[in-house]
């Protein structure tokens, strides 16, 4: 066989074959927003890095909120890169319709029929990392919600829009999670 049918054949196995993934890590928040290793990347995460998660993903009843689950995939981020979470400061706001995230396991029954709430493991646990975690209380309000249902993580702020504003004054980055 000729050497050039080699090369083509040997490029016609591969070609197409998907690239090798490597499985998702949790080396800082253990079973949320797992993070694969990209070497060659730019812009690795900071040390200083102060962010508000403005969050106003739904979550279907019974599943873990994601604007929650992007937060831990930005420390896992960071862990990955050898930052702690004492290297960044961060904060998230639930509003909208991600409001109902931040209900104790009782009041999260009452709205949902669902037992319990799934997202208060993972809040529990980016509260542990030193994150800030907000409700608006004005989406409480829209939302029918008593402020008595919130569970005892959540700090219950004036509005979304404050926290935003406050955070943002204080020289936070803003970002989005829809």
């Given amino acids: 066989m000729r050497v050039e049918w080699v090369i083509v054949l ?56 994601p604007g929650l689950v992007s937060v831990a995939r930005y420390l896992n981020l960071n862990a990955a890169a050898g ?19 931040a209900l104790g396991d009782a009041g999260y029954a009452k709205h949902t029929q669902t037992a319990k709430n799934p997202s208060l493991e993972l809040i529990h646990k980016l509260k542990a990392c030193g994150v800030e975690v907000f409700v608006c209380g004005q989406s409480l309000a829209r939302n029918k919600f008593d402020q008595a249902e919130v569970a005892g993580d959540v700090a219950i702020a004036v509005s979304a829009m404050t926290v935003n504003a406050n955070r943002q ?8 999670i829809h």
């Fill in 83 to 101: 930052l702690t979470p004492a290297d960044v400061k961060l904060a998230l706001v639930l509003h909208g319709p991600a409001t109902r995230a």
């Fill in 10 to 65: 040997a490029l016609a196995a591969t070609y197409g074959a998907p690239a090798e993934e490597s499985e998702p890590r949790f080396p800082q928040v253990v079973g949320y927003g797992g993070v694969v290793d990209t070497p060659a990347a730019a812009e690795p995460p900071r040390r200083g890095a102060k962010i508000i998660f403005d969050i106003t993903t739904e979550a279907p009843a019974g599943e873990v909120n």
């Fill in 169 to 176: 004054q204080d020289g936070f980055s803003y970002l989005s």
